[in-house]
């Protein structure tokens, strides 16, 4: 089990690259949003405890991440290259992923900080629309469907995520310097950390994250295989 991080602002596109990533390089992609927005839909204890917090754009508490991602990566496949997007977001969540890699016999290979200025942060989560269907992320003026409002991949209706009001996305990018720069530090200290311009085509950014990843020992070749997944 590998694991590579992506670390970023909200809307810096870890979500778009984490995507795209999956779908070329055979990643399997664990994003803890969207498992928490899924036990939400689901009307699990864990989304009904975590929806406040969403909602406010604070983070929700440690200890019920890091049991939910556990939980994840115990499930297997244990063979698997993660790709983490959204986790982890503080010190403590960092800490008990590599004593849960180390656990079962994984580790961390590399750390990509997607950096982006803040008002491209604002533009791009303002305009985001996501398909209630398929989940597939689009953005008004930046990936714009076809026909506005619907999915072009599987024709669903496109939704705005509630915390992406302009209030909550800045409430969001403070929580974002206040809890989570920190694993800057944290990660440039272990020789983890590697920064990428995500203010860029997401096209560019993704090949520019495959030739990075691709210096990493045991990667495998890019394109080396489809067949990534979500987590
Ligand atoms: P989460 O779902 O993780 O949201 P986030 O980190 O705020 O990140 P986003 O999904 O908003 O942004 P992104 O970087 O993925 O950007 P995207 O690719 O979508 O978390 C939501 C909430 O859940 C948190 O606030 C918290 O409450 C809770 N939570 C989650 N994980 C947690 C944890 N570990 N601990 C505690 N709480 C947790 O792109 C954004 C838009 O820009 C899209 O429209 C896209 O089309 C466009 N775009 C993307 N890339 C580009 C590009 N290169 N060029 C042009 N446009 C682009």
Known sequence: MQGIILLGAPGSGKGTAAERLRDRAGFTHLATGDMLRAALKQGTALGREAEGYMQRGELVPDDLIIRMVRERLEAGPREARYLFDGFPRTVVQAEKLEQTLADLGGRLTRVLLLETPRAVL???????????????NFHVTNVPPKRAGVCDVCGGELYQRPDDQEATIVKRLDVYAQQTEALIAFYAARGLLTRVNSNQGADQLVADILGIVQTDAGAAAPGAGAGGRKA
């Open 122 to 136: 604002i533009q791009r989560l303002t305009g985001r629309r996501i398909c209630r269907q398929c989940g597939t």
